[in-house]
């Protein structure tokens, strides 16, 4: 068994990283440069309880719970995002499965690549959702699900 299939072993049944987790390691990666340019005790001290909070957070195995606080980040961040509607705990992806945010759901990788010489998938301009659209169609007008923006492209 190599140390690979030990670490996994040990992960098992324990949270992982999330958003906030992620959110977490990028502060104390800034407060680790800052820290290079202000000298001080309580940086030190940030620094270091960031740091334990966040490999707590990740190595807990009480995973409601750890569900929950990434589930209140979401929603707090979502409603400084650009449509402004927050995070509603879950949502129905491009391809119509429902997808958590717990990891996992349907992510539609293998439907893009199977799907590729049926349909087109565009960006919308707007919001930066993924529409599929049917080829063969020539140029058509496009109506974004999400946004309701229109636009012309060629399928």
């Not at 960006?123 to 049917?134: A, G, L």
Request: charge should be positive; include cysteine.
């Amino acid at each position: 068994m190599n140390w690979r299939d030990k670490f996994t072993n040990f992960m098992y049944g324990r949270y992982g990283v999330d958003q906030l987790s992620r959110f977490m390691l990028v502060v104390i990666f800034i407060l680790c440069v800052l820290s290079l340019f202000v000298r001080g005790s309580f940086m030190s001290f940030l620094i270091l309880l960031l740091i334990i909070l966040t490999y707590y957070r990740m190595f807990s195995k009480n995973i409601y719970k750890r569900a929950a606080e990434n589930e209140k980040y979401l929603k707090f961040i979502g409603k400084f995002k650009r449509n402004g509607n927050g995070y509603n705990g879950g949502y129905q992806n491009n391809y119509g499965n429902y997808q958590n945010n717990y990891g996992g759901g349907y992510t539609g990788s293998r439907a893009n690549t199977q799907d590729r010489k049926n349909y087109k998938y565009f960006k919308c301009p707007t919001c930066s959702q993924k529409i599929r659209i049917p080829r063969g169609h020539g140029k058509i007008e496009i109506r974004c699900p999400k946004c309701s923006t229109k636009f012309i492209r060629r399928s």
